[in-house]
């Protein structure tokens, strides 16, 4: 499926929909098992860019994700059973905001590739149950247009997983998104 992406308005400060992007999962088991499961998208991402402020000798542009939803199968860890992964304000009544940023150092434009960084707070659907994260994700990537058609952004680092005791139960590692 090619990669399209469709914006409500061409304004800052506007909902935007990334259609589709293929992520990956890293996850890992207490005992040390682990997979990175592949994902695709079931429905829109929704996010929102806003207009670009001073910030030292460039500009920052804050955004937030709205809505995310990823679906996979696990190969290795649970065989055949469906892994979905969820983030967003929106994406269920207990969800916290998922925020981002780029940096615009002065002199560069979008063309030539901009850092970025959102901090990601999920609920991963697994055989373990419910699971969710209280250290943010920290997804870092260039970007090259918005929304970012073209750019891959990486973890960094390992974050647990807790059931809903606060039981740490799995942690993510390894993820990227590719849209």
């Known amino acids: 499926m090619p990669t399209t992406r469709r914006q409500v308005e061409t304004s800052f400060d506007t909902l935007m929909q990334l259609d589709y992007a293929k ?6 088991l207490p005992d040390g098992s682990t997979e990175r499961v592949m994902m695709e998208t079931a429905c829109p991402t929704e996010f929102i860019v806003h207009e670009p402020v001073a910030h030292g ?4 542009m804050d955004l937030e994700i709205i809505r995310f ?18 983030g967003g304000a929106l994406s269920a009544p207990d969800a916290r905001p998922i925020i981002g940023t780029v940096d615009i150092p002065a002199g560069r434009t979008l063309e030539q590739g901009l850092r970025s960084e959102q901090v990601l707070y999920l609920t991963v659907e697994t055989p373990l149950g419910s699971l969710h994260n209280e250290t943010p994700i920290r997804m870092v990537g260039d970007i090259y247009q918005i929304p970012p058609l073209g750019s891959r952004f990486e973890s960094q680092g390992d974050v647990p997983l807790l059931d ?7 942690d993510v590692w390894a993820c990227a998104n590719e849209a």
Do not use: H, M, N
């Not at 809903?164 to 799995?170: C, S, W």
């Open 57 to 60: 000798d460039g500009l920052k």
């Open 164 to 170: 809903a005791q606060g039981e740490r139960r799995l």
């Open 69 to 86: 939803e990823l679906v996979g199968v696990s190969t290795e860890l649970w065989p055949g059973e469906t892994i979905k992964v969820f």
């Open 23 to 28: 992520s990956e999962v890293g996850l890992r």
